[in-house]
């Protein structure tokens, strides 16, 4: 087996052993929310909605248009931006669970349009120049180079074409007692380093995509960490039953640990594809 294939396996194995309780904990998704505006939401659920749209918006979608979701999970976040804004959407996940669950959600929603493949972000099913726009939420911190996943995106991109993304940024050095916090979450979730703004922006200029806004809204997303930990822990029987206690704790535990960790931000960048 080779050390790409290992890897997928592995991510393949962890999505299969969290993804009924991630869901469960985040109100149908798994992302967190963005828990600000005039009207400040109460559950996470929208939370999640705000966040989802929140990306959606910077893709200044039009109807019609076809858009990849990279790193779908179980589809929700995919099915609300094809009928909020009327576009032929795509979700592509490692995970066969999660397309199994995002194909149901699709059959429940009505939604017949919506397509749902098995996928790798670092080897995307899809001819050159397939999608008017690709956007990923939470998914790309999963890859050890950023810059392999922007490789395959700007792939598919037409040209002219517009993506964003979320992730995690760096907006400063880390304590030694944060170090542990985040070294944690990485390795729990199989995550990639942590970059810096300008790493990132380095990364997607490197592939030929032009950085166009990136903001970090880690302080309207922080809520999420303490209120996922809490659905978490009140799930335990019912959906973390599988998990010994070790691993369970050491998970939820270090999610709601990240909620301290101001040295970290979360960035929503996007980017386009030269003309």
Not at 80 to 88: L, Q
Not at 163 to 190: E, G, H, K, Y
Not at 234 to 252: I, P
Request: glycine share 10%; with cysteine.
């Amino acid at each position: 087996m080779t050390e790409t294939a290992s890897a997928s396996d592995r991510m393949v194995e962890l999505y299969n052993r969290v993804t009924d309780l991630m869901v469960h904990a985040e109100g149908g998704y798994m992302h967190g929310g963005y828990w600000a505006g005039p009207d400040v939401p109460t559950t996470v659920e929208e939370a999640g909605d705000r966040l989802t749209d929140y990306v959606s918006e910077r893709l200044r979608l039009a109807p019609g248009e076809r858009v990849l979701d990279v790193g779908s999970g179980n589809g929700k976040a995919t099915l609300r931006i094809a009928a909020r804004h009327g576009v032929r959407a795509t979700g592509v996940s490692i995970n066969p669970y999660q397309v199994g669950l995002s194909r149901q959600l699709a059959e429940k929603e009505g939604d017949e349009a919506t397509e749902f493949r098995i996928g790798d972000m670092l080897a995307l099913p899809f001819p050159d120049g397939s999608f008017d726009a690709c956007y990923a939420i939470e998914s790309i911190c999963h890859a050890l180079e950023r810059a392999d996943v922007f490789t395959e995106i700007a792939r598919v991109l037409r040209p002219g074409g517009r993506v964003t993304v979320t992730d995690f940024v760096l907006r400063r050095p880390l304590s030694d007692a944060s170090r542990t916090i985040v070294d944690t979450a990485n390795d729990n979730f199989q995550q990639g380093p942590v970059l810096t703004r300008e790493a990132y922006e380095d990364c997607m200029r490197s592939v030929g995509l032009e950085v166009v806004e990136f903001l970090d809204i880690g302080d309207e997303v922080r809520p999420s960490y303490e209120a996922v930990a809490a659905k978490m822990r009140a799930a335990r029987d019912e959906l973390g039953s599988h998990m010994d206690d070790e691993a369970f704790h050491r998970m939820v535990d270090g999610i709601d640990r990240m909620g301290s960790v101001e040295e970290v931000g979360y960035s929503v960048v996007t980017a386009r594809k030269p003309a």
